[in-house]
Nanobody, 123 residues
Framework: QVQLVESGGGLVQAGGSLRLSCAASGRTFSGYDVGWFRQAPGKEREFVATIGWNGASTRFADSVKGRFTISTDNAKNTVYLQMNSLKPEDTAVYYC????????????????WGRGTQVTVSS
């Protein structure tokens, strides 16, 4: 099972940018789908973005489309989530997850999860 560690969270002002990283160990991401999810206090976890490791396919939640991008660095076994034009409603713990047979927009098929990184966006 691939092991995942998120990093890059922090406190930013509305309109600012932040880049999250998801690094894999134990094995590579090769052949996997990698997704980003987030959970705000008192709310259910929601889908944010996903990418096939070949980089050909990316998908985003409507709430972040046009503001967030997702990319991979194969040599570093790392997936990035670049977040621009951040809004207070983006405040949440962000998780990355990996799986080989996932259903877009859901948590189904994601076998490995990181422990999360906090993103806080101030008004």
């Amino acid at each position: 099972q691939v092991q995942l560690v998120e990093s890059g969270g922090g406190l930013v002002q509305a309109g600012g940018s932040l880049r999250l990283s998801c690094a894999a160990s134990g094995r590579t991401f090769s052949g996997y789908d990698v997704g980003w999810f987030r959970q705000a206090p008192g709310k259910e976890r929601e889908f944010v973005a996903t990418i096939g490791w070949n980089g050909a396919s990316t998908r985003f939640a409507d709430s972040v489309k046009g503001r967030f991008t997702i990319s991979t660095d194969n040599a570093k076994n790392t997936v990035y989530l670049q977040m621009n034009s951040l809004k207070p409603e983006d405040t949440a713990v962000y998780y990355c997850a990996a799986g080989w047979s996932t259903i877009w927009g859901t948590e189904r098929g994601y076998d490995s999860w990181g422990r999360g990184t906090q993103v806080t966006v101030s008004s």
